[in-house]
């Protein structure tokens, strides 16, 4: 079976499902939650929501918002 025999699916924010199974904080190696609302993954271990820009989760510390800072 080909990656063509098999549709992909896309979930909310434009990500594949199987995709954010695969992910971990890149800070704490933690597990990340989908927050389909604000199209971001949250890492509560490391306090941080990493954005999913155009289906593309963006997992740089850099670029993630601080959750106890927009508190």
Known sequence: MTTEDTPSKIGPCGVDPRLLELLICPVSRGP????????????????????????????????????????
């Open 32 to 71: 990340l939650r989908l927050d389909s609302e604000n199209c971001e993954l949250i890492s509560e271990k490391a306090k941080l929501a990493y954005p999913i820009r155009d289906g593309m989760p963006i997992m740089l510390e850099s670029e993630a918002r601080d959750l106890e800072a927009s508190s």
